[in-house]
């Protein structure tokens, strides 16, 4: 009879939380619509909420909420919290300030809103970091996008698209543990963001985020050149947390020493 080995593979661990229209509809979740809706909130839950069956895996890799089926090393976690990239301009007035597109320096690192949140994480009751939310960049992702005098064929004339996150995209921008957090199978996990008194005031002026208006194509025969027509999708800012380490599996096929 083979004897059956374990292997350590690297891995990450993510969770998500959404917020934009028609979030909080999905079921499980626990997303919200607004900022508005979000700045009622003292702190916001990940690791043990979600996963990947009830929200899907782009935003959520845990196979169930609050436990894990492996044992794990963390290495380095990170919050990315990136806004949407949403016009400035008000598709129904022409010319008209759009205000839901929150000012991106409420999010970009280092900005306002960051400075006033925490990030804590443990294991069962064991807390194994607390700091601010500056100190545990994504170390991933876009840093920002900004692109004005798009054509009225593609945004409504004169209007700027905008999509930034916090951090350097760069893979070693994270808060890295000075020895790996081991994670036994099975044992209890969970992380919170946490918003001080000001960021709930911050977040609760902020309006939106709204939606992305665009300009779809259609081909006109008669005409003999095509026309446009604006329509739109919900927009959505993301908070995402991300573990990286090593998870500890059992050799596959024919991959025993």
Known sequence: MEQMLNAWESWSLYDTVLIGPEQDEVSGAKW?????????????????????????????????????????????????????????????????????????NYWLFGGELLKHCALRFQVSQDEKLLCNVL???????????????????TLQAGGQYHGFNNGVPFIGNRWKFAEPVRIPRNRNIAAWVQFSTYARGMLAKMVGPGRIVINELFPDPVQGFPTYESVSIPAVAMIRLSMFGKREVQQRNDLHF
């Not at 992702?141 to 798009?150: A, D, E, L, R, V």
């Open 135 to 153: 100190a545990a960049p994504p170390g991933s992702g876009k840093s920002g996008y900004f692109q004005p005098n798009i054509p009225a064929y």
């Open 32 to 104: 919200y619509t607004s900022f508005a809706q979000l700045s009622n909130e003292t702190e916001i839950p990940f690791l043990n909420q979600r996963n990947r069956s009830t929200v899907g895996v782009p935003y959520c890799n845990l196979d169930s909420a609050e436990q894990i089926p492996f044992g794990f090393e963390c290495w380095s976690i990170g919050v990315e919290i990136s806004t949407p990239p949403t016009n400035d301009l008000d598709p129904d007035v022409q010319g008209a300030p759009f205000l839901w597109n929150p000012d991106p």
